[in-house]
């Protein structure tokens, strides 16, 4: 159970000052600060929770989630840029583009597009990046 954030009667903040084992009944007290994941909103946290559940793997947060691959990725790049973690080696519009060319280049394989719509689908996607 996620440990609430503000106050029931007044909305103020509410701090962890307490904390009870329920096997032994030792209990610690003190000023416990809440970091990183504990304190990422929704959707975020739901998003990086899956991506730890599925250890990583893009491809079955793609197949659980009905979305594409590089929709899966966009949201987690901001998820985690919104927990501090920003990856500045490939912006993800590049690694969307990337994904995007394999997608058309396996639909084309998979003679679900022409050739023709294939070559008019990168140009589109060229065009794009050149904007």
């Known amino acids: ?9 007044c909305g103020g903040t509410l701090e962890v000052v307490r904390l009870h084992c329920t096997d032994c009944g030792t ?3 003190g000023h416990f600060q809440h970091r990183g994941l504990l304190n990422l909103p ?3 946290a739901s998003m990086l929770e899956m991506f730890l559940s599925v250890r990583g793997n893009v491809k079955d947060m793609e197949r659980l989630l009905g979305l594409s691959y590089p ?6 790049d901001e998820a985690f840029a919104a927990l501090g973690l920003a990856h500045p080696e490939m912006p993800a519009q590049e ?10 280049v396996r639909s084309l394989e998979r003679e679900e597009i022409s050739s ?3 070559v008019e689908q990168l140009r589109e996607l060229q065009k794009g990046r050149k904007s």
Do not use: F, G, H, N
Not at 1 to 9: D, G, I, L, N, V
């Open 1 to 9: 159970m996620a440990t609430p954030k503000s106050c029931p009667a």
């Open 27 to 29: 209990e610690v007290s």
């Open 42 to 44: 929704e959707p975020y």
């Open 71 to 76: 929709t899966v990725r966009a949201r987690l």
């Open 95 to 104: 690694e969307d583009r990337k994904q995007r060319r394999l997608e058309i």
């Open 116 to 118: 023709a719509e294939a």
